[in-house]
C-alpha cells in the first residue's frame, strides 16, 4: 500500500512543484484546495483533490479522518495582497492568520487522524538583526520586530511552536529563502537568499524520510547556514527533475 499524503495548499508554487516529485517517489497524494474549480487540475497532476477551506476545522479533521495520512504538508500562504502596498498591512494579518490558526487546526486534525509526520513551510528572512550571518538554525529570532514585520514574525512563530510540539508527530519546519520560478511571481532570481521553487519542492519531499527539527532551505548562504539542510536531508541548491527511487 502507497503512503498516503494529505498536501494542503496544493495548488499553490510549492505544492504545484511537490506533486509530481511525491507522485514520483511513490505517495499517493490527497491535494487540498478551497476552489472547486482547481480539481481537475489537481487530478491531471496525478493527485486525489479534496475541497476543503483550513479556517473549517470541524470539515478539516472530517476530512483528514477520512483520508488518515500517513503524512501531512503544509504549504499554504496567503499571498493574493502582496503586490499591492496600499495593503501591505492586511497581507501580512491573513498570512499570519494561516500560519497560526489555519496550522492549529491542521494541526489538530493531523493529530486526530492517527498521523506520523508534519512538514511546514515556513521562512528564513525573520532572523533577528543582531544575529551573526549566516544565521543557523540555532539563531534568535526577530522577537522584537514592529509593525507588519513583527505581524509576519509572529505568525512564523506560532507556525514553528504548533508543528515541532505536536506530541506524537515528527514536525519539520522548513524555513525557505526568497522564491523564485513557476507560481511564484518572482522570474528573476533575487540577488541574495534565493530559492528556486523546485529545490523548495524537494527539501520538502526529503523531509519525509530524514526531516524532524527546523531546517534553512536557500541556494546561497550570505543570510543563512545550509549546513543542516545538506547534512541530514542530502538536500542541495539546483536540485530538479524527478526522483528515481521509489518511495
Do not use: K
Request: aromatic share 4%; proline share 4%; charged share 20%.
Amino acid at each position: 500500500m502507497q503512503d498516503r499524503i494529505f498536501l494542503a495548499g496544493a495548488t499553490g508554487a510549492i505544492g504545484t512543484a511537490l506533486i509530481p516529485l511525491l507522485r514520483a517517489a511513490g505517495y499517493e497524494v490527497h491535494g487540498a484546495t478551497r476552489n472547486a474549480d482547481r480539481c481537475a487540475a489537481l487530478e491531471a497532476a496525478g493527485a486525489t483533490p479534496v475541497v476543503v477551506d483550513v479556517f473549517d476545522s470541524a470539515a478539516l479533521r472530517t476530512t483528514l479522518a477520512r483520508i488518515r495520512p500517513r503524512h501531512v504538508m503544509h504549504q499554504l500562504t496567503d499571498l493574493a495582497l502582496l503586490g499591492d502596498p496600499a495593503r501591505a498591512g492586511e497581507a501580512a494579518r491573513r498570512n499570519a492568520r494561516i500560519r497560526d490558526e489555519g496550522t492549529r487546526n491542521l494541526v489538530a486534525a493531523a493529530l486526530a487522524a492517527g498521523s506520523e509526520t508534519l512538514v511546514a513551510q515556513s521562512i528564513d528572512w525573520i532572523y533577528a538583526p543582531q544575529a551573526a550571518r549566516p544565521c543557523d538554525e540555532a539563531q534568535a529570532l526577530d522577537l522584537d520586530a514592529q509593525g507588519d514585520r513583527r505581524v509576519s514574525v509572529m505568525g512564523v512563530v506560532a507556525l514553528e511552536r504548533q508543528v515541532l510540539g505536536a506530541p506524537g508527530i515528527t514536525g519539520t519546519v522548513l524555513r525557505y529563502g526568497r522564491l523564485y520560478g513557476p507560481g511564484t511571481g518572482a522570474t528573476a532570481r533575487p540577488a541574495t537568499n534565493a530559492l528556486h521553487v523546485e529545490g523548495a519542492a524537494w527539501a520538502a519531499l526529503l523531509a519525509l524520510r530524514h526531516g524532524g527539527g527546523v531546517f534553512n532551505i536557500a541556494e546561497d548562504e550570505s543570510e543563512v547556514s545550509t549546513a543542516r539542510a545538506r547534512a541530514t536531508l542530502g538536500w542541495r541548491p539546483g536540485m530538479s527533475g524527478l526522483p528515481a527511487i521509489a518511495a
